[in-house]
C-alpha cells in the first residue's frame, strides 16, 4: 500500500505512536439530548365574553380562555362559580362569542378557524369546523334573526352567517386585497349587515334583501386601520376604529352613512369620535336610548337621543372598572329581579368582572373563577451573554415566565406586552413589544415593575411601527429593527442613545421593506430586510436586501441582495471564521465583510418561512444552530453543510451562556407553549482549531480541514502545539493519525501521504 510505504521511509526504524484513541467514521454528529421543561406562562387570556342561559336554566356568562387546547368556561353569573369548562380542541383562543336569539351559544376560535355551537338546555357542545374553508381565525360574532348568527374571517376576509336550519352562507370576500373582518354589525330595523374591514380601514354594507353591496366609511375614519368593532343600537351603527394607540368611538346613520356629532359632556366639546377602551358597546339599556361602554379606565354612558357621552360617576367619582369592557349584557338584578343591571367582564387577564345598577346608582367589582390554561408563547430569549436565565413571552397576553436552569424554577412577571424582540447589553435585557413598538430596558438585578421594565421609546404613534422583531447593542448604542403597522409598508432601523436617551429613526431605510435582523461586525452595522410589509398588506418590493449602516447615526452606507429573489433575510451572525453569516428563507450565505463578497451559500431547505420565523446561534465559538420553518439544524463551521436535527412542531431558538439551546414546542398539545432544552453532545474538542486547512506546524498541507464526529477536527488531532522530543515522534504521531482518519474514511490516501508528507517538512 502506497501510504504505508511512505510512512515507513519517513520514520524509518522507529516505533510508530498510535493516536491516543480511535478516531471514529465521519458522520452526522452524535446526538444531544431533548428535555420538555414545561408550560413557563399560565394565564386567564379572555378576548371576549357572552351571556346566556346556564344548563341548569339560570344565568350564566361563557368566555374562552385562550391556551394550550383552549377551553370554554361557563360560570354562574350570582354565584360566581366555575360550572363546568368545555374542551376546543385545536384551538388557541377565540376572538368571537355571541347568543343567538334560539339561546345557543357561539364561540369562533383561532388558530383553527372553527365555529362551535354550545346548546345550554341539553347541555351540548358541537364542532361545525370551518365554515369558511382555509381561513384560521374567525372574528367578531353577532346574533341575527332566528337563531342566525353572523361572522367574520382571517385572512381573506370573508363574511359568513350560520343558521342551525340553513348551514353555512358565504357572503364572500369583503375586499379584495385587506385580510380582515374584524367586525359584524346586524341593523335589524333595514335588515343590513355591516362588515368592519382592515388593515386598512373599510366598512362594508349588505342590504340582506336584495343582496347590495356598497362601501360606507365614512372619510374621516379612512385613516385607521381597522374597523375593530360594531354595534348596532337604537338606529345607529356604534364603529370602533383602531390605529395602534388612537382608539375611537364614532356613531354613524346606518342608512345615510352619515356620521352623526357627539358631545363629549366632560370637555364640553362636539366631535365626530370620541375614545374608548372596550370591545364595542353593551346593548341598549332598558331605557332604549342609553349605550354604556369603557373609556380611561371607568364606565361611560352614550345618549342615542341626545347624542351626548358622559362618565358614570357614583358618589362624585368615577365608575373604575378593572380594564376594558369585553362582554355586557342585561340581566336581572339578584335583588329585584322586576330590575335590569348591567353584567360585564373587564379586562383580558385577571378574570374581572363587574355589576352596575344604573337607577341606584351602584357599581360592584369582583373575580369570576375561571379556570387557567398554559398560554401560547410568541418568543423566547437567554443570550450567551446572559444572567442564564431563559426569558418567554406570551403571546397577546404579554406576561413574561422566567425559568432558571440552576434552579429549575419558574417565576411569572404580569403585563410586559407580547414580546417580539431582545438582546443583553451590560448585564441589562432590553425588550421590543408589540403592538406600540415599545423598547424596554429591564434591569435583573432590581424588582419586576416600577419603572423596571422602562420605557425607553414607543415607535407606534409617530412613526407607524409596531413590532420591534431585531434588536442588538454596542458601544453605549441600542439597535431595532421593526415592521410596520397594520396597512403599512416600510419598516425602521431605529438607534438610541442610552445615555442620553436621544433616539434615531430612519423609516424605509430600505424602501417598502421590514428591517427582520441586525448584525455589528468590525465597526459596521448590517441589517437584513424582508419584503413584507405590515399585517394585511402584500409585498411591493420584489427581493431582500442586506444593507450597511454607520452605527453612530444609523445612517445607511450601502445596500445589496447576498441572494437573489429571497423573501426575507432573517437572521445575522458573526461566525466562527470572522465572517458574516445570515440565513436568507432556507439558504445560509457566508459574506466577507471587508468586500462585501458572498463567500459562499448552502441551500439548507427550500421555501422561505415568513419575515421573522429564522434564529442562528453560536455554540463555543465552532458549532453554528440554527432554526427555521419548524426546523432545527446544526451547521458544520468548516464544510458549512447542515444536519437536521429535529423537523416539526417547534419555534425560535435561542443559546444561554453555558451553551444548552432552547426552544418553544408544542409538546403533546396542539400550541406552540412549552419550553424545550436541547443539550449537544458532549465536544472532545472545544474550542477547536477552524483553520481551512489542515498544518503540522507552519507547513500547510494542502488537505482540507474537516470534522470528525466526535467534534475533533483534523488540526485538533495533529498536536502541533505540544513539545515534540524529536521530529520522528511527531512524524510518527501525524503517519498514525493519518491512517486512522483514512481507515475511516475523513480522508483519502492521497490526502493521508501530503498530511506525513508536511509533517516531514514541519
Known sequence: MRFRGLIAALVAAMLVITVNGTTPAAADPPAGTFTDLGPTVTSLTVMEGTYGKCPGGSDCVYAVVAGDNTKLNIIDVRSRELIKTIALPGASGG????????????????N???????????????????????????????????????????????????SPTKGVTDFGRMDPEQNYVRSVAYDHDHGYLFAGIGARAGLVRIDLATGERTDVLPEALAGYAFVYDLDYAGGRLLIKVHNGPDIKLAVMDPVSGELIPI???????????????????????????????????????YDLETSTTRPILIDGAPAAVDGAGIGFSWLPSAEDPSRQVLYGLAGNYAGRAFTFDPQAPTLERYSLSFAPVPVDLSQLYAGADGDGKVYTSAYINGDLGVYDPATETLQQFPRLGQVEGWTWYEGKLYIGTYPTGSLREYDPKSPW???????????????????????????????????????????????????????????????????????????V?????????????????????????DPVTGEKTGEFAPVPGAYSINALLTGPDGNLWGLADGTLFVLDPKTHEVLST????????????????????????????????????????????????????????????????DGDGTNINRLLRYRPAADACPDSDLRPKVFTGAVDSGVGNRYTD????????????????????FVAHVA???????????????????????????
Open 95 to 110: 376572538w368571537g362569542a355571541t347568543t343567538a336569539s334560539d339561546g345557543s351559544i357561539y364561540i369562533g376560535s383561532y
Open 112 to 162: 383553527n378557524g372553527r365555529l362551535y355551537r354550545y346548546e345550554p338546555a341539553a347541555d351540548r357542545m358541537t364542532d361545525l369546523g370551518q365554515p369558511i374553508p382555509g381561513e384560521g381565525l374567525l372574528y367578531h360574532l353577532v346574533p341575527g334573526p332566528d337563531g342566525t348568527i353572523f361572522g367574520g374571517t382571517y385572512p381573506n376576509a370573508h363574511l359568513f352567517s350560520y
Open 263 to 301: 358631545k363629549d359632556e366632560s370637555t364640553g366639546q362636539t366631535v365626530d369620535r370620541v375614545p374608548i377602551a372596550s370591545r364595542g358597546t353593551a346593548p341598549l339599556a332598558p331605557d332604549g336610548r342609553s349605550v354604556y361602554y369603557t373609556a380611561a379606565g371607568g364606565l361611560w354612558v
Open 449 to 523: 415593575g416600577s419603572g423596571n421594565p422602562k420605557l425607553l421609546v414607543s415607535l407606534a404613534d409617530e412613526h407607524k411601527q409596531n413590532r420591534p422583531t431585531a434588536m442588538a447593542a454596542a458601544d453605549g448604542k441600542l439597535y431595532a429593527g421593526t415592521t410596520p403597522d397594520y396597512g403599512e409598508h416600510g419598516g425602521a432601523l431605529t438607534v438610541v442613545d442610552l445615555a442620553s436617551g436621544q433616539v434615531q429613526v430612519h423609516r424605509h431605510i430600505v424602501e417598502n421593506q421590514t428591517v427582520s435582523s441586525i448584525a455589528l461586525l468590525d465597526g
Open 525 to 549: 452595522l448590517y441589517g437584513g430586510t424582508s419584503i413584507a410589509g405590515g399585517g394585511g398588506t402584500d409585498p411591493i418590493a420584489t427581493e431582500a436586501k442586506l444593507f450597511t449602516a
Open 602 to 665: 448552502t441551500k439548507i431547505f427550500d421555501g422561505t418561512a415568513g419575515e421573522t420565523d429564522g434564529d442562528l446561534v453560536i455554540v463555543g465559538g465552532e458549532y453554528v444552530y440554527g432554526h427555521s420553518g419548524a426546523r432545527l439544524f446544526r451547521i458544520d463551521p468548516l464544510s458549512q453543510q447542515a444536519t437536521m436535527i429535529s423537523q416539526g412542531g417547534t419555534r425560535r431558538l435561542t443559546v444561554d451562556p453555558r451553551g444548552d439551546l432552547y426552544l418553544l414546542h
Open 710 to 729: 466526535d467534534g475533533c477536527t483534523v488540526n485538533d488531532l495533529i498536536l502541533d502545539d505540544r513539545d515534540w522530543p524529536t521530529r520522528g515522534r
Open 736 to 762: 498514525g493519525v493519518a491512517e486512522e482518519l483514512t481507515a475511516a474514511g475523513v480522508i483519502t490516501e492521497a490526502e493521508a501521504d501530503a498530511l506525513a508528507a508536511a509533517a516531514a517538512r514541519s
